[in-house]
């Protein structure tokens, strides 16, 4: 009977590569929004904000670390032969459209409420993604769960914004 050495357990460089590739590359997509446009702007610092607005730096950071775990849960999905596999990265390209057209539509745009549409849209494609997640591999789909939370509390903070605004 043969043993497994550490060796075998090892992960296969090429996977390990390709899944640095998506995360790159969510990286790269969800951040090019920012570049644009930006929080900086003298308009959005003269908006009313809520008492539980976050620190700047939050929102960087989280952004960060949830694009980290959506490539991850993508690369997941991608590499998996389930049924339902291409529904899924659709809605999750889907998805990343309109995390992207948020930061225009809400800073360039100057428009929270147009800001808010986005995110309750996007609110919906995420949930829609995890399900269909959950259908190829339900790791990615769980590796989606701190994104919705963060789009659930982005999408009241754009509602306060708006609300306090308006």
């Known amino acids: 009977m043969a043993t497994r050495t550490s060796e075998s357990r090892l992960p296969d460089p090429g996977s390990v590569l390709r899944a640095i590739g998506f995360v790159?590359?969510?990286?790269?997509?969800?951040?090019?929004?920012?570049?644009?446009?930006?929080?900086?702007?003298?308009?959005?610092?003269?908006?009313?904000?809520?008492?539980?607005?976050?620190?700047?730096?939050?929102?960087?950071?989280?952004?960060?670390?949830?694009?980290?775990l959506m490539g991850l849960a993508l690369w997941l999905v991608w590499?998996?032969?389930?049924?339902?596999?291409?529904?899924?990265?659709?809605?999750?390209?889907?998805?990343?459209?309109?995390?992207?057209?948020?930061?225009?539509?809400?800073?360039?745009?100057?428009?929270?409420?147009?800001?808010?549409?986005?995110?309750?849209?996007?609110?919906?494609?995420?949930?829609?993604t995890i399900g269909s997640f959950r259908r190829v591999d339900r790791r990615a789909a769980a590796l989606l769960v701190p994104y919705i939370a963060w789009v659930t509390f982005a999408a009241v903070l754009n509602f306060e914004i708006w609300r306090l605004n308006a």
């Open 79 to 128: 590499r998996s032969d389930a049924d339902g596999r291409r529904l899924a990265i659709g809605l999750f390209a889907l998805q990343m459209v309109f995390n992207v057209a948020w930061t225009p539509a809400f800073f360039s745009l100057e428009a929270p409420l147009v800001g808010l549409a986005v995110i309750l849209m996007l609110w919906v494609l995420v949930a829609a």
């Open 24 to 68: 790159v590359l969510v990286n790269v997509v969800g951040g090019v929004p920012g570049i644009l446009s930006s929080p900086d702007s003298a308009w959005f610092r003269s908006l009313e904000k809520p008492a539980f607005y976050p620190p700047e730096l939050a929102f960087p950071v989280a952004w960060t670390l949830l694009f980290v």
